[in-house]
């Protein structure tokens, strides 16, 4: 009769998802009884997201036929970084970023460029130096506002370099830029975390670039955080948009799900994933779904269409342009209690896409909308670091 009561309690408890069963519902016995009662409890996980726009239409380059159109559209699209100045849009990204206060942010389209002049091709080349970073940007904004927030996992993407035309004068105004494209996952500098993983994936489309091949090279940067003392995985990506490759993108989906599909780690992949609910833009979405994982902004606002892409590439754009909603919070417990493993209600919000956000210049904080969702998973048997 006493083991018939305690298996009925331990079933109690777990459909319950509460924290006075004890810690033995979750793992290993804890030596100090209350904080196993503080572990055992559903933590609220606060996630964000956001693509934070390079700032031209780089892909625009690959429309050159000869050199000289090559270096008067990469000066054409330098301007355009220098516009929309991302110095000033980081400032309302962070201030979005310490309101809410996420756990972890995946992040996309995290650009760095550095700068030789003059170019290689004047004879006369000079040194590389770093011109802007916007990882560094974004994390010395939060850094002054007193919040700190750690890069756990980088995945360098693809890179290019080309020369380009500043002013009139060639001999003194043609230098090359180079341009390295990152996804980030920042963790809130008050959690553990361990387990990074970053990988490129195998399947990417290509472009010609003065007479050139260049790769678009993309990839995934992962980490495991440690919340009340249970494991999450967080996963960044940005999948290839449909116009480079449909075909590509759909074998990073696959990859993707693959990988992930060996873990028992709850998981959030979250990102500019290029494809929209319902597969109306490309069928990577329902491979996510087919896959178990529950799409966040849905379970919270089913009947709010929140779209986050895109604005003007100036950013300058008086109404909002969004029509599609290509930045998604993805979650799926492997071992789940119920239909998703969720506890409650689920929140979510769009940031930067109200005018009210937009910077003192005018700018958007970027050509997608950010997402937040904050959710609590119900802790599964044994789950543990």
Same mark, same amino acid.
């Given at each position: 009769m006493k083991r018939m009561m305690t298996f009925l309690t331990l079933i109690c408890c777990l459909l319950a998802g509460v924290g006075a069963c004890g810690d033995d519902i979750l793992g290993p016995e804890d030596p100090d009884p209350q904080a196993g009662i503080e572990r055992a409890?559903?933590? %609220? $996980?606060?996630?964000?997201?956001?693509?934070?726009?390079?700032?031209? %239409? $780089?892909?625009?380059?690959?429309?050159?036929?000869?050199?000289?159109?090559l270096v008067y559209l990469a000066g054409l699209e330098w301007a355009s970084v220098q516009a929309t100045d991302f110095r000033e849009r980081a400032e309302a990204i962070a201030d979005a970023i310490v309101e809410r206060n996420p756990h972890a942010i995946a992040l996309q389209e995290v650009s760095r460029f550095t700068l030789r002049a003059p170019s290689i091709y004047t004879g006369s080349p000079g040194e590389w130096v770093e011109h802007t970073d916007y990882l560094d940007i974004l994390l010395a904004k939060l850094s002054d506002r007193g919040v700190s927030y750690v890069p756990a996992a980088v995945v360098d993407n693809f890179g290019l370099e080309v020369p380009a035309l500043l002013g009139m004068n060639p001999a003194t105004d043609l230098v090359d830029i180079r341009l390295e494209d990152m996804d980030v996952v920042l963790v809130r500098g008050d959690l553990p975390w361990h387990s990074v993983v970053t990988a490129n994936y195998a399947d990417n489309p290509s472009l010609i670039v003065g007479g050139q091949e260049l790769e678009i090279t993309r990839g995934y940067a992962s980490v495991v955080m440690e919340v009340k003392g249970l494991d999450y995985r967080v996963v960044s990506t940005h999948l290839t948009p449909r116009e480079e490759g449909e075909t590509e993108q759909l074998a990073q989906a696959d990859e993707l799900i693959a990988w992930l599909d060996g873990s028992e780690v709850p998981t959030f992949v979250m990102g500019d994933l290029n494809t929209a609910p319902g597969n109306t833009w490309t069928d990577s979405y329902g491979k996510f779904t087919d896959a178990g994982f529950a799409d966040l902004w849905t379970l919270a606002r089913p009947d709010v269409p929140g779209p986050t892409c895109c604005q003007d590439n100036d950013l300058l754009n008086s109404v909002s342009l969004l029509d599609r909603r290509f930045d998604l919070v993805f979650y799926r417990n492997p071992v789940a209690f119920g239909e998703t493993g969720i506890a409650g209600e689920v929140l979510a919000e769009r940031l930067g896409a109200d005018p009210s956000e937009k910077t003192p210049s005018n700018l958007w904080p970027s050509d997608h909308a950010g997402v937040t969702a904050t959710v609590k998973p119900i802790p599964r048997v044994g789950q543990s670091r």
């Open positions: 409890g559903s933590p %609220e $996980i606060g996630l964000m997201t956001w693509n934070l726009y390079v700032g031209s %239409e $780089i892909e625009s380059i690959a429309n050159a036929g000869s050199l000289e159109e």
